[in-house]
T-cell receptor, first 110, second 114 residues
Framework: EDQVTQSPEALRLQEGESSSLNCSYT??????LFWYRQDPGKGPEFLFT???AGEEKEKERLKATLTKKESFLHITAPKPEDSATYLC???????????FGAGTTVTVRA | EAGVAQSPRYKIIEKRQSVAFWCNPI?????LYWYQQILGQGPKLLIQ????????DSQLPKDRFSAERLKGVDSTLKIQPAKLEDSAVYLC????????????FGPGTRLTVL
């Protein structure tokens, strides 16, 4: 069975304190790995898609990387507005659904 | 470009009552998804439509949940009768095509079953 595990469950950061979130996956035939941001009371907002090991993508203070077993979301010099739950999801060959991890809730204090 | 629209945003019902949620996807998106997100968990797919047809409903509790997508656009998800464990956020998402396409989510409907 495909599995997606995110760690840590929660992360408290001081403004400007860089850190990384982990998404490890056990799937047969990865087709794509997705990162979403979810604010309280809102639906997930798309951030990145990664398709192959070694791929990296950046958006403002966020950078996502992918290996054959895991993905990292690096947050550089975070600001309070980066506070949210970050969800990782995988899409595998011969399947339609996204399988999500439980998310990492990031809180950035000013 | 307008995003995925959902209504209502909140609903409170008693157990054994019925409830329906509505979703309007992004214009031109052929694929529509309904997810259930229980507090503290990631979204779980309930059903996926490609135009009018059902592609995957393997995780839909068919004894109480039903969904339809008329004319390949709007969709309705119904629960009848509701149970306490159905309390969750119901998310609708849409994508241009099928597999591995980016899915864009609506704001969700928060259901509380008392």
């Amino acid at each position: 069975e495909d599995q997606v595990t995110q760690s840590p469950e929660a992360l408290r950061l001081q403004e400007g304190e860089s850190s990384s979130l982990n998404c490890s996956y056990t799937v047969s035939g990865l087709r794509g790995l997705f990162w979403y941001r979810q604010d309280p009371g809102k639906g997930p907002e798309f951030l990145f898609t990664l398709y192959s090991a070694g791929e990296e993508k950046e958006k403002e203070r966020l950078k996502a990387t992918l290996t054959k077993k895991e993905s990292f979301l690096h947050i550089t010099a975070p600001k309070p507005e980066d506070s949210a739950t970050y969800l990782c999801a995988v899409h595998v060959h011969n399947d339609y659904k996204l399988s999500f991890g439980a998310g990492t809730t990031v809180t950035v204090r000013a | 470009e307008a995003g995925v629209a959902q209504s209502p945003r909140y609903k409170i019902i008693e157990k054994r009552q019925s409830v329906a949620f509505w979703c309007n996807p992004i214009s031109g998106h052929a694929t529509l998804y309904w997810y259930q997100q229980i507090l503290g968990q990631g979204p779980k797919l309930l059903i996926q439509f490609q135009n009018n047809g059902v592609v995957d409903d393997s995780q839909l509790p068919k004894d109480r949940f039903s969904a339809e997508r008329l004319k390949g656009v709007d969709s309705t998800l119904k629960i009848q009768p509701a149970k306490l464990e159905d309390s969750a956020v119901y998310l609708c998402a849409s994508s241009l095509g099928g597999r591995a396409d980016t899915q864009y989510f609506g704001p969700g409907t928060r259901l509380t079953v008392l």
